[in-house]
């Protein structure tokens, strides 16, 4: 069962000011990173521009060292890893927040998104010596744990933003009409929130 949802066109003036401010917005984010680019192939070893030669000699640095190496395998698994972990736990908390209406919604909204808030070094601090006690030290698999209560929190408030404009009848419908309740999540709901699990995704790699 797909669900279609109506199209809401504004006008022409506001979706040209909201693709303008959009430009920006990514420009401002983006150019920063493009500018470094190509002082990757400097000769120099100062970054500056003009730069002085065109060379691969910080590429060739990198692939010959294990060192460097060895960072970036590490990096990529717990990128990987970390994604793989924060997006289904933090769409499951956001959907687990929609759906309750306790007077103890705050108190857990504000505990879920905390480690957004508190100080990187106090997370480090309170991880190892937790890490200590759990002989998880130095350990691949601690390091990724910590990384996924750092990243959980960017995928909960994504999903759980989109949600607050979700219509639940859809569901209903759907049940109604003889869909399992597997089928309404794969058809209907996962579809409507996915762009946002998407955007948790993307928080959650730039995190690591």
Known sequence: MNVTLPHTAGSPVARSALYVVSALVLAFLVLPIVAIIPLSFNSSSFLSYPIAGFSLRWYEELIGSSGWMSAVRNSVLVAAATTALAT????LAALGLTRLSSSLKPVLI???????????IIVAVACYFLYAQLGLAHS????????T???????????HASLQGFDATLLRAGASLGARPVTVVRRVLLPMIAPYMEIGRASCRERV
């Open 140 to 147: 691949m698999v601690g390091l990724v744990l910590a990384h």
């Open 110 to 120: 504000a505990l879920l998104l905390a480690p957004m808030f508190v100080p990187v």
């Open 149 to 159: 209560v750092l990243a959980t929190p960017f995928v909960v408030l994504v999903v």
């Open 88 to 91: 289904p736990l933090g769409t």
